[in-house]
C-alpha cells in the first residue's frame, strides 16, 4: 500500500513537471548545492537523487507562486532522456574550472569542462578587454586562472570565495589598493552571501564584497550569478532563447531570481542551503 | 617676516576660532587620529601640535560650509585655559577603557578613565538591560570588559574592532550564531569604515558589521558614535545641552555628522584618516 501510495505520488509529479517544461529547450542546472555538497577530504559529497524541487514562477504582478513538487531522479533521468541541452552554471571560484571538472568527474559527475559557465573565466575576458590589471583575493587554486593576466601596479581588485584567504591582512590589502585608486573599480566573482559545506553554513564572496564596497563607497561590478550577462552567455553558449530554458538552483537571488530577470524560468531545489524556517537569501 | 606673517596667521585663526566658541560650555575630542595615531611597538604615536582644523557647520539647507582654519596648538590651550568642560569620546574597541588610558597615558597625555566614553562599557549595560547573552567577535584585549555577562548558549553577537581576529574562521563562527536565532541581534561597537595606523589605513569594524548585516539579512544595533545615544550620554556626563557642546574629530561621519545629528557643533581636523583628495568616509 505504501509503495502504491509513492508511486501514485511519482506519477502526478512527473505530469506536473512535464506542464512546466513546455516549450523548454534547454537547462541550466546549478552545482553546489545541487549535484553536491561542498568541502570535507574528497572535496564534498553528491546529493542523493530523493529531492523535492518547488517551481516558482513569477505572476504577472511581480509574485512569486509554488506550483510543482517534483522528485529531482525524475526530473535528471527526463533531461537525460529528452534529448533537451544541459548547461552547468556555477558561482564555485574556489578552484579553476578545470580543477573543478575533475573534482566533480571524481564524484562520479559526466560533466565536461566545456559544459561549464564559470565566473573566473568570465572576468578574465573582461579584465583583458578593459586592459585591467587585477589585485587579486581569490582562492589559492583559483589563482592559476589568471595566470596569463599582467598583474603588476594594479588597476583594480577582483574579488573571488577565498575563504580561508580572507583574512584581515589579505581584506586589508586589498582595501589598500582600491582606497589608493584614483578610479577604484571592483569586480566581483558572485554576490552569494553563505552556502552550505559538509560541516556547515559558510560565508561567501558576496559578505567580503559588501564589505569592500562599505570600506571604499564603491560599487562591485559582478560576474557571475545572478548578473544577466552571465545567463545570456550562458544562453548564447546552449544556442537557445531565454523563454526556451530553465534554471535549476538551490539559490532565490542568484539561481531563481537572476534567471527570471533574463526571461527564463526557473526551479528552486530544496537541498543545499534551502532552510525551511526563515528567510531565503542568496 | 616669516615670523609675523605666521604670528598675523595664528591671531586671524584664534579670532576666527573664539568665534566659533561662543555659547560653548563643552568639548568633546575624538582620540584616536586626532590625539594619536594608533599602531606600532608602543601603541601608537602623539600627533604634533601644529595641525589645520577646519570647521563644518551644517547649513538650514542640509550643506556643509567650511568656515575657519585653526591651529590645533592654539585650540588645545584655549580649551584648558577657558575652563570648558571637556571629555573624550572615543571608539575605539582594541583594549578595555581602562587600559586603553594608561596607553594614552604612557604617551604623556593627561586623561583618567572616568573622563573617556567609550562603546564597550555602554554595550555592557545595553546586554544587562536586555538580558543579552553575547557571543563575542572582538579584540583579544576588549574581552575583560564582559567579563561580567553571561556568554555560555549567546541569543545576540557584539562585534568591536577585532583587526586579526577578523579570520574568516571567525566571522564564520559569528555569522553561525546570528543564523541560528530566531531573533538575530547584532550589536556593533561603531560602524566605522576605517583608520590610520603608524604603518598605514586599516579596516575598521564597520566594514565586518555590514558583512554580517549582508550574511544574515539584519541591522545592527550601532553603540558608540555616530550613534545619537552615544554622543547624549557624553553630554549627560558633561551637564551640558547639545547646542552648548562642540565635538573635534577627524572622521566626517562619526565625529562630525553624529554630534551635528545631535545638536551639537563639529570641527573636523586633518588628521588621522583625512585625506585631501577624494571622498571623506566614515
Redesign the interface.
Known amino acids: 500500500m505504501h509503495q502504491l501510495q509513492a508511486a501514485g505520488r511519482a506519477v502526478r509529479a512527473m505530469a506536473e513537471w512535464a506542464k512546466q517544461l513546455a516549450g523548454i529547450k534547454g537547462v541550466m542546472l546549478d552545482i553546489s548545492g545541487v549535484l553536491y555538497d561542498s568541502g570535507g577530504e574528497g572535496g564534498g559529497v553528491p546529493i542523493p537523487g530523493s529531492i523535492e524541487a518547488v517551481e516558482k514562477t513569477r505572476l504577472n504582478c511581480g509574485c512569486y507562486s509554488t506550483h510543482a513538487h517534483v522528485d529531482m531522479s525524475t526530473a535528471f533521468a527526463m533531461i537525460k532522456a529528452s534529448g533537451l541541452k544541459l548547461r552547468f552554471c556555477t558561482n564555485e571560484t574556489q578552484a579553476t574550472r578545470g580543477k573543478f571538472v575533475a573534482k566533480l568527474q571524481r564524484l562520479g559527475f559526466n560533466i565536461l569542462v566545456n559544459e561549464v559557465t564559470a565566473p573566473a573565466p568570465a572576468a578574465c575576458r573582461i579584465l583583458k578587454e578593459r586592459n585591467l590589471r587585477p589585485h587579486l583575493l581569490v582562492h589559492d587554486d583559483l589563482v592559476p586562472e589568471f595566470d596569463q593576466l599582467d598583474k603588476a601596479n594594479p588597476n583594480c581588485v577582483v574579488i573571488g570565495d577565498?575563504?580561508?584567504?580572507?583574512?584581515?591582512?589579505n581584506?586589508?590589502e586589498a582595501?589598500?589598493v582600491l582606497?589608493g585608486l584614483e578610479n577604484p573599480i571592483l569586480i566581483s566573482l558572485g554576490r552569494g552571501?553563505?552556502y552550505k559545506e559538509t560541516d556547515?553554513?559558510?560565508?561567501d564572496v558576496?559578505?567580503?564584497m559588501?564589505?569592500?564596497?562599505?570600506?571604499?563607497?564603491v560599487q562591485a561590478e559582478v560576474v557571475g550569478k545572478p548578473a544577466k550577462m552571465f545567463f545570456q552567455s550562458a544562453l548564447a553558449e546552449m544556442e537557445v532563447e531565454p523563454q526556451q530554458a530553465i534554471m535549476i538552483g538551490d539559490d532565490i537571488v542568484n539561481d531563481v531570481g537572476g534567471a527570471q530577470q533574463c526571461g527564463m524560468r526557473a526551479l528552486q531545489v530544496r537541498t543545499g542551503k534551502y532552510r525551511r524556517t526563515?528567510?531565503q537569501?542568496g
Request: aromatic share 18%; glycine share 10%.
Open positions: 577565498a575563504a580561508d584567504n580572507f583574512s584581515y591582512k581584506l586589508n582595501f589598500r582606497i552571501r553563505y556547515g553554513l559558510k560565508l558576496g559578505v567580503y559588501k564589505a569592500l564596497e562599505y570600506a571604499c563607497d526563515g528567510s537569501m
